[in-house]
């Protein structure tokens, strides 16, 4: 539920603060005081079109913050993971307008889309009014809502399953038979291109290495000479080492006589023997490796010039070889393949067919037969309203040769407003009151299913007479029972309902230079003061005071 609302420099409105109870809350106040404007900015706040109109004159920006108190596994909860942002209980929705057009969206202090914001106040509050069609206008939601009267949420997600799963099957089957088609085209082809490439075995990565191999050949045939040469200086006849050697053990017997003279030199020597020794094992692993068989060259040339070959044959890189063989090879066993393979595609997507057929069957009844109490229950809510001639319908056309993710139902509700008159879609027979008044039984019967946790009627009550207003706050209070509901309204019978009644009023300020939009929640007397001014206009009188005791009296009786 709603528990605070916010309001910083937001058209009339300096400086607002608001704390919301359970139950049914009033707003109340004349023409103009400013409610339009506080629905507008508490709008704002859960993702509304934002506009540099509704910045206070003089300032940068506005901003509004809405604080909720959110059960656990609330939608709102889930939406809120789904974008990757922590569930504290308590949820902020902040929004920032900035005189310049922009603005920017906040979940607890944290930067987010507006979509985003959208989408999480729409899982939080409802808004409705005389003109608001939101609710209403879309027949999906009018599908959702009777899933949601029926308690179909489970049996519509296994059908959306169902659906899924045969789409997949139906994909893999329209997948083969294009790859089977395909394949049947360029059957000669493609054997004969899998033959050569089966006999060719390209290796990915192979050119490279052949390339390498051949090149350090070529090159050690011209080195090698060199190497032998070097390798004979340092191990051959005419080789230091020997001489080397003996000297140092020369050293070695004089080292006890002087040996300040004779170390340095000694250990200098075993550096050049060592240098020398490990120059000749690195001059053996080249020889070795520049050795070469010259068939082994032949192989190799010849290795890549029919990979090369290939290559340009099929107009594709050397490395790529590998693969082509492999689809070439899978295309081939798909011609010789497939036609088991198709049986058994065509089974599996008729058996998933089936099974979503008789889902969504089985949906398709249980609708039927709720639909049935949805327009039961509706219908027994017009009469007070003063809609008792009237006939609320839901009007399910189903085509199974139409199926979708949630059945193969198009769900729409109907009105007949008089007898005699042709029933048909809920927007276009009922008139704004009407209207008003048909959302109003609706969302009574469905107050504990399918609703939001906080529903805003913005006047629903306008133009309708005393009994008709009763009705509605009557309804507002049951409601109210479930849900939490706030109600902007110059009805007296609907402010006698409330268990909040807030007043907005337009302060002068600054000697009458402007004005400014003020709240105040008001006590039992001044709750009477201003329903007798409800029901009285300008000029409060003893019999409109009286007028309102008893509304009151009558709303907690």
Do not use: C
């Amino acid at each position: 539920m709603l528990a605070r609302l916010s309001i910083r420099d937001i058209v009339l409105i300096e400086r607002l603060d608001i704390e919301f109870s359970r139950g049914l809350a009033v707003l109340t106040g004349e023409t103009g005081a400013g409610k339009s404007i506080l629905l507008d900015a508490f709008a704002l706040a859960l993702g509304g079109r934002g506009d540099a109109g509704l910045v206070r004159h003089g300032v940068e920006q506005g901003q509004v913050t809405a604080v909720f108190d959110v059960p656990k596994g609330h939608p709102a909860s889930n939406l809120l993971a789904d974008n990757g942002l922590e569930d504290v209980g308590e949820m902020i929705l902040r929004r920032v307008q900035f005189a310049d057009g922009r603005t920017r969206a906040f979940i607890n202090d944290q930067s987010i889309s507006v979509q985003t914001l959208k989408a999480v106040g729409s899982a939080l509050v409802e808004i409705h009014g005389q003109h608001d069609e939101r609710a209403l206008v879309d027949a999906s939601t009018h599908r959702r809502l009777l899933d949601a009267f029926a308690g179909l949420e489970k049996d519509v997600s296994a059908v959306e399953s169902l659906w899924d799963a045969r789409r997949a099957a139906y994909a893999a089957l329209e997948l083969h038979r294009a790859g089977m088609e395909r394949a049947a085209r360029e059957a000669d082809y493609l054997r004969h291109a899998s033959d050569e490439l089966k006999k060719l075995k390209p290796k990915d990565g192979e050119e490279t290495l052949l390339a390498e191999r051949r090149a350090t050949m070529m090159q050690g045939e011209k080195i090698a000479t060199d190497l032998r040469e070097a390798q004979d200086a340092i191990s051959g006849t005419h080789s230091p080492v020997p001489a080397l050697s003996a000297a140092v053990r020369r050293l070695e017997r004089r080292a006890g006589n002087s040996p300040a003279l004779v170390e340095p030199a000694v250990k200098a020597i075993d550096v050049a023997i060592n240098a020398l020794e490990e120059a000749e094992q690195h001059l053996n692993a080249a020889l070795i490796a520049a050795d070469f068989d010259p068939a082994e060259l032949e192989r190799i040339e010849e290795r890549l010039f029919g990979l090369r070959a290939a290559s340009r044959k099929y107009s594709t890189p050397v490395d790529g070889l590998a693969a082509l063989a492999a689809k070439y090879a899978a295309d081939v066993a798909l011609i010789d393949a497939g036609a088991d393979q198709l049986k058994k595609l065509e089974a599996a997507a008729a058996e998933a067919d089936a099974r979503y057929g008789t889902a969504a069957s089985k949906l398709s009844n249980a609708r039927a037969k709720s639909a049935e109490k949805l327009d039961k229950a509706v219908n027994s809510e017009l009469a007070p309203l003063k809609l008792e001639r009237a006939r609320f319908m839901t009007q399910i056309d189903s085509d199974p040769n139409s199926p979708g993710p949630q059945g193969f139902d198009r769900v729409e509700f109907w009105v007949q407003t008089n007898p005699g008159t042709k029933p048909g879609p809920l927007m276009k027979v009922a008139s704004g009151g009407e209207l008003s008044r048909f959302l109003l039984a609706l969302k009574v019967v469905l107050s504990d299913r399918g609703s939001a946790p906080t529903l805003v009627f913005d006047e629903i009550d306008t133009g309708v007479g005393g009994a008709v207003a009763d009705a509605i706050g009557g309804r507002l209070a049951r409601l109210a029972g479930k849900v939490q509901v706030m109600a902007v309204t110059h009805a007296p019978q609907v402010a006698a309902r409330a268990n909040q009644h807030l007043l907005i009023s337009k302060d002068a300020l600054d000697k009458g230079k402007r004005v400014a939009t003020r709240v105040n929640a008001l006590a039992a007397d001044h709750r009477r003061e201003e329903i007798a001014r409800m029901l009285a206009g300008a000029e409060i009188t003893a019999e409109a005071r009286a007028a309102a005791e008893r509304l009151l009296r009558a709303a907690t009786a």
